[in-house]
């Protein structure tokens, strides 16, 4: 009998184990949308095969010893502000073409990246824990005399990511706002949604996975412990819009709600039957959003005016 609990123990242990290594792999090294992904679906693989065309050049900046890949495009408002792309967990650059196409005629130029092990860029996906900095990164690469000013625009794990940079940048004077789309507050909110509508196991597995995560990016358990993005959009220093579709099952409303309640003056536009990722993909949600989009960067009570004047 005691060797039949032994084993079973075992097996257990192993079961476990292996759930914790899959979540843990799943996590960090999430499948890459590159130009041949979008190549086999036939979808745009870059900015020069939208309709209409956009001219663009691919760049590399330094960012924690990697060298981080992304687009700097052509918009088509010279006196619009510069949007800075930062795409959700498992998504690219590439992924952010329908966003890029909508936002040409509000913007002076788009920049789009890839967020570490996402895309063109190395690395594995920290979760949002480290990801901030990256993006100062970027801004700082874009920075100079006479520069436009800069919207930082994130959807799901990239919406966090801008609001941290947006705290975290030093060049305050050029962030005119700051649009969330998808956003959540706490780190394991998408995962364990998506786990739980799976129904996969994840009540034992995700906890360790996102702490082995946490311990392999250098993350303390305080710093972690601040990971809300309700707490980062109430410290932020400029405007800030957040959209979010109200059938959106992977990030729940009531993240978005209290996301935009806790910044004073912080603005929420429900999408009217947009899931998680299709506000920009279907006609109707793309119209809405495109619109609130365009209110947000033209209202000088927003983002201080900084919509396309041309």
């Given at each position: 009998m005691m060797g039949l609990l032994l084993l079973l123990a075992f097996g257990l242990g192993l079961y476990a184990s292996f759930l914790i290594a899959s979540t843990?792999?799943?996590?960090?090294?999430p499948r890459r949308r590159t130009y041949s992904w979008?190549?086999?679906r036939g979808v745009p693989g870059d900015p020069g095969e939208l309709t209409p065309a956009l001219?663009?050049?691919r760049f590399g900046f330094e960012s924690r010893g990697r060298r981080l890949i992304a687009w700097d495009i052509d918009g088509n408002c010279p006196t619009g502000p510069v949007a800075v792309l930062t795409h959700g967990w498992s998504d690219s650059k590439v992924g952010a073409l329908a966003r890029v196409s909508a936002l040409a005629p509000m913007c002076s130029r788009i920049v789009a990246w890839d967020l570490p092990g996402h895309g063109e860029s190395p690395g594995a996906c920290e979760l949002g824990m480290r990801e901030g900095e990256d993006l100062v990164a970027l801004l700082?690469?874009?920075?100079?005399?006479?520069s436009a000013r800069i919207v930082l625009f994130g959807w799901s794990l990239g919406a966090g990511v801008s609001l941290v940079a947006g705290n975290q940048w030093q060049n305050r004077d050029r962030l005119a706002g700051v649009i969330a789309e998808a956003p959540y507050r706490l780190?394991?909110?998408?995962?364990?949604?998506?786990?739980?509508a799976q129904r996969s196991p994840w009540r034992l597995n995700l906890p360790v996975a996102i702490w082995l995560i946490r311990r392999r990016a250098g993350v303390s358990a305080g710093a972690l412990a601040q990971f809300d993005r309700a707490g980062w959009a109430r410290e932020l220093p400029c405007p800030l819009l957040v959209l979010h579709g109200t059938d959106d099952v992977v990030c729940p409303l009531e993240d978005a709600r209290a996301i935009a309640n806790a910044k004073a003056g912080g603005m929420l536009v429900e999408i009217e039957s947009a899931r998680h990722n299709d506000v920009w993909v279907r006609p109707s949600t793309r119209e809405r959003a495109i619109?609130?989009?365009?209110?947000?960067?033209a209202n000088p009570d927003q983002a201080?005016?900084?919509g396309c004047s041309s």
């Open positions: 843990y792999s799943t996590l960090r090294f979008a190549v086999s001219a663009f050049r700082e690469s874009l920075d100079g005399p006479g780190v394991e909110t998408p995962a364990r949604n998506v786990m739980r619109d609130a989009v365009r209110q947000f960067l201080t005016g900084v």
